[in-house]
T-cell receptor, first 114, second 112 residues
Framework: NAGVTQTPKFQVLKTGQSMTLQCAQD?????MYWYRQDPGMGLRLIYY???????DKGEVPNGYNVSRLNKREFSLRLESAAPSQTSVYFC?????????????FGPGTRLTVL | KNEVEQSPQNLTAQEGEFITINCSYS?????LHWLQQHPGGGIVSLFM???GKKKHGRLIATINIQEKHSSLHITASHPRDSAVYIC??????????????FGSGTQLTVLP
């Protein structure tokens, strides 16, 4: 199993450009999450998908959109990037099984917006 | 005020020392997680607790639900333990989504 994969690993954008961050998991997990991590702050939830076909806003959704394409894939789109969106983005997934109630994280995407 | 507070923010220890990282939270939770973020950036889950104590190798995690407090202990610390340790809580209100609220992390450096 590859676990949770993210592409790209690094990206530099200019203000106003758009891009999509891709996330996929091969563990048949129901729930998927997008977080951003900024220096001195904890991970903050952008959007989540509790199950295939549903998405909901997290703590910091402004400037982002998401798509739960199927059970495996959950993408994050920046329609018009801003310097405030410079951050490290993590995708995570969670199995339906409440006994194994631990999120699995992707390796992260480091995004710089100039 | 953050819902999850960790202390200390930074910690430097000598190899072999006993280390304690603390986490306090102010909300009702259904579970508390300890995670480790490697210097390369990857994040892995260490423990999930809803009560009591768990041990894995040299790592021990405890939680006191009444005091809304958890500790992560590392015995016989080693330079390879150097990482950021993150406390996260699963709020009772998160329901089936089970999303986490994170502390800002503790940067641990263990010197040889």
């Amino acid at each position: 199993n590859a676990g949770v994969t993210q592409t790209p690993k690094f990206q530099v954008l200019k203000t106003g450009q758009s891009m999509t961050l891709q996330c996929a998991q091969d563990m048949n997990h129901n729930s998927m999450y997008w977080y951003r991590q900024d220096p001195g702050m904890g991970l903050r939830l952008i959007y989540y998908s509790a199950s295939e076909g549903t998405t909901d806003k997290g703590e910091v959704p402004n400037g982002y959109n998401v798509s739960r394409l199927n059970k495996r894939e959950f993408s994050l789109r920046l329609e018009s990037a801003a310097p405030s969106q410079t951050s490290v983005y993590f995708c995570a997934s969670l199995p339906r099984d409440r006994v194994r109630n631990e999120q699995f994280f992707g390796p992260g995407t480091r995004l710089t917006v100039l | 005020k953050n819902e999850v507070e960790q202390s200390p923010q930074n910690l430097t220890a000598q190899e072999g020392e006993f280390i304690t990282i603390n986490c306090s939270y102010s909300v009702g939770i259904s579970a508390l997680h300890w995670l480790q973020q490697h210097p390369g950036g990857g994040i892995v889950s260490l423990f999930m607790l809803s009560s009591g104590k768990k041990k894995h190798g040299r790592l021990i995690a405890t939680i006191n639900i009444q005091e809304k407090h958890s500790s992560l202990h590392i015995t016989a610390s080693h330079p390879r333990d150097s990482a950021v340790y993150i406390c996260a809580v699963q709020l009772i209100s998160s329901g089936s989504a089970r999303q986490l609220t994170f502390g800002s992390g503790t940067q641990l450096t263990v010197l040889p």
